[in-house]
């Protein structure tokens, strides 16, 4: 079956640059949601799309903006980058209807590295 | 403030022994509790879920059960199998609640099954 789809897995930046994460949700999912997992951390849930709307906001720095497309695709975007930024991020993705109900999926996520 | 705690770093069991994984939540309001495994550099793999209209859920080999009265929720894996081995998140959500569908996780625990 299909999966949850991030690019890149890897990235490696210099500090004050900006970096660009990119989430394909599971076909016929709706909402797409973005969490950051820093070293020996629970992941932290960041901000969440629904049909292409901003459904909810978490941790999310104001440096860090993101969207949700017409095909459903998902882009974190992140300015200003700092140290404190390395971490893992995941996207995950859910469907408002069928038998998984509101069960998020996780991708592989990207880790990005920032020196 | 971490509103789902899992209270053991880490759990060792021997194969074929009963793996039992808990979790306790501080937020009346979450109405939605899953379990993920997690692999080092991978994505949270979801694993079952649990309603709050329900106290107890199986599939296969895994049974989540939930004790609303005490907060508290518990993973068991019979039997437990070395593939097993990785690290378990607990994760709650709370509908209809101005937070959305986010997932708050637990810190995880790992579970080290040995032959």
């Known amino acids: 079956a299909a999966g949850v789809i991030q690019s890149p897995r890897h990235l490696i930046k210099e500090k004050r640059e900006t970096a660009t994460l990119k989430c394909y949700p599971i076909?016929?999912?709706?909402?797409v949601y973005w969490y950051q997992q820093g070293p020996g951390q629970d992941p932290q849930f960041l901000i969440s799309?629904?049909?292409?709307?901003?459904?909810d906001k978490g941790s999310i720095p104001d440096r860090f903006s993101a969207q949700q497309f017409s095909d459903y695709h998902s882009e974190l975007n992140m300015s200003s980058l700092e140290l404190g930024d390395s971490a893992l991020y995941f996207c995950?993705?859910?469907?408002?209807?069928?038998?998984?109900?509101?069960?998020?999926?996780f991708g592989p996520g990207t880790r990005l590295t920032v020196l | 403030d971490q509103q789902v705690k899992q209270n053991s770093p880490s759990l060792s069991v021997q194969e074929g022994r009963i793996s039992i994984l808990n979790c306790d939540y501080t937020n009346s309001m979450f109405d939605y509790f899953l379990w993920y495994k997690k692999y080092p550099a991978e994505g949270p793999t979801f694993l079952i879920s649990?309603?709050?209209?329900?106290d107890k859920n199986e599939d296969g080999r895994f049974t989540v059960f939930l004790n609303k009265s005490a907060k508290h929720l518990s993973l068991h894996i019979v039997p437990s199998q070395p593939g097993d081995s990785a690290v378990y998140f607990c994760a709650a959500s709370a509908h209809g609640s101005n937070s959305g569908y986010a997932l708050n996780f637990g810190k995880g625990t790992s579970l080290l099954v040995t032959p």
């Open positions: 649990i309603s709050s209209i329900k």
């Open positions: 995950a993705s859910s469907s408002t209807s069928g038998a998984s109900t509101d069960t998020q999926y």
């Open positions: 076909p016929r999912h709706d909402t």
């Open positions: 799309f629904y049909e292409k709307m901003q459904s």
